[in-house]
C-alpha cells in the first residue's frame, strides 16, 4: 500500500527558509508525479509544485523563484525547499503521488508551515 509521510514543517519568520520532506513507501517516487499541495485557512487546496516521472518541474506563479521541488531516486523522498517565505505562505502543505489512473491517487497526512511576520 502506498503511504506517503511528510516532515519538515514548523515556524519560521518572513524571508526565513524551511525544508519539507515528503517519505514515500509502495511506490517509487520516479514512477509518479510527486507534487506538493497547500491549504490555508478559508482557502481551497492548491497545486504547489510537483515533479514528473521525467524529471522535469512546474510552479505555482506565487512561488518560481522562492521553491524548488525535487526527489531523490535512493532514498524515496521529495523535498520542497522553501526559501523567501511570506506569511501568505502560511498552510497545511501535503505531498500527493498520482499517475494515470484515479485509483493511483495517494496524499499524505500534511505538515504546518507557519509563516509569521
Known amino acids: 500500500q502506498v503511504k506517503l509521510v511528510e516532515s519538515g514543517g514548523g515556524l519560521v519568520q518572513a524571508g526565513g527558509s524551511l525544508s519539507l520532506s515528503c517519505a514515500a513507501s509502495?511506490?517509487?517516487?520516479?514512477?509518479?508525479?510527486m507534487g506538493w499541495f497547500r491549504q490555508a485557512p478559508g482557502k481551497q487546496r492548491e497545486l504547489v509544485a510537483y515533479?514528473?516521472?521525467?524529471?522535469?518541474?512546474n510552479y505555482a506563479d506565487s512561488v518560481k523563484g522562492r521553491f524548488t521541488v525535487s526527489r531523490d531516486n535512493a532514498k524515496n523522498t521529495v523535498s520542497l525547499q522553501m526559501n523567501s517565505l511570506k506569511p501568505e505562505f502560511t498552510a497545511v502543505y501535503y505531498c500527493?503521488?498520482?499517475?494515470?489512473?484515479?485509483?493511483?491517487?495517494?496524499w499524505g497526512q500534511g505538515t504546518q508551515v507557519t509563516v509569521s511576520s
Open positions: 515533479i514528473a516521472r521525467d524529471g522535469s518541474t
Open positions: 509502495g511506490n517509487a517516487v520516479s514512477s509518479y508525479t
Open positions: 500527493r503521488c498520482w499517475g494515470i489512473f484515479k485509483t493511483n491517487d495517494y
